[in-house]
């Protein structure tokens, strides 16, 4: 599967993004999807995922309350809303796909997504 990331942009701090990761192929369905972020010097770390089949979603902490994953199968579309932006969500944001089954107690891990989109930078001023 092809991911393709977009919707970043700059926005000041307390304000909001939607970001959308489009996937080519016909089996969107079969896969987890997460969404990861990378800031300048920092490793890539989990933000939130959806699971294929019961939707259920997982949290960073830093951004619970603030984020909300969501997926639309018809549309082979996972999507990032993003409010109370703080300057420290100022990263480049990666959406990735997972096959692992065990998803529920691996979503955070890097490691076991298959594939990866190209990033797309939100920057956030104070």
């Known amino acids: 599967v092809q991911l393709q990331a977009f919707g970043g942009g700059l926005v000041q701090a307390g304000g909001s993004l939607r970001l959308s990761c489009a996937a080519s192929?016909?089996?969107?369905?079969?896969?987890?999807m997460g969404w990861f972020r990378q800031a300048p010097g920092k490793e890539r770390e989990f933000v939130a995922g959806i699971s294929r089949s019961d939707g259920n979603t997982y949290y960073a902490d830093s951004v619970k309350g603030r984020f909300t994953v969501s997926r639309d199968n018809a549309k082979n579309t996972v999507y990032l809303q993003m409010n109370s932006l703080k300057p420290e969500d100022t990263a480049g944001y990666y959406c990735a796909a997972s096959t692992y089954t065990y998803y529920s107690e691996t979503y955070y891990n890097r490691g076991r997504y298959d594939y990866w989109g190209q990033g797309t930078q939100v920057t956030v001023s104070s």
């Open positions: 192929g016909r089996t969107f369905y079969s896969y987890h």
